[in-house]
């Protein structure tokens, strides 16, 4: 059984916020600021913080951490399967998905748009063969998918090379 409000509880732990800003710094040259959005509108658009560069250019994050290594990242389908509220494989408005598996501590920056890509061009064969995890909160369950991490990654990097039509 799940636990919401003991889960978000676990997602805010300010030393493990620590770890994620220092990963920032030392992948990303030039950050001038990183400003954790706490408005509750920001967080429903999958945003968790924003991240400000020194040229005045930004982008978003939403960061998932996952306690255990399954070897897999695991996508979330539907946030309520009884009410049908899609998950954030379809609802989040971020730039990346910043995926970090904590006892291992492997981070994943996994672009959303290259990701939801991945995602719709396997999604019937990744269906098909990995198994549905169902995890079970007080009021409703939510639906997710994991996905063994090479086949994910691959995916996405099959995602950024294509060629061009002919159009003519």
């Not at 408005?93 to 719709?120: G, S």
Request: proline residues 3%; glycine residues 2%; charged residues 25%.
């Amino acid at each position: 059984m799940n636990n919401f409000k003991a889960d978000l509880q676990y997602s805010l732990e300010e030393r493990e916020n620590a770890m994620f800003d220092n990963f920032y710094y030392r992948i990303f040259p030039n950050i001038a600021e990183i400003k954790f959005c706490e408005d509750m509108a920001t967080q429903r658009k999958g945003i968790d913080k924003i991240i400000y560069f020194e040229n005045g250019n930004s982008f978003s994050v939403d960061e998932k951490k996952r306690r255990v290594d399954y070897g897999d990242i695991l996508l979330e389908l539907w946030s309520v399967y009884e009410s049908r509220i899609r998950g954030w494989l379809y609802t989040t408005r971020c730039d990346y998905i910043v995926y970090a598996v904590m006892p291992t501590r492997k981070v994943f920056l996994l672009p959303t748009l290259l990701l939801k890509r991945a995602w719709m061009a396997n999604r019937n064969e990744w269906l098909r063969t990995y198994k549905t995890v169902i995890a079970k909160n007080k009021t409703y369950t939510t639906h997710s998918i994991p996905i063994p991490t090479n086949v994910l990654l691959d995916a996405i990097a099959k995602e950024m090379s294509h060629k061009f039509v002919n159009t003519s």
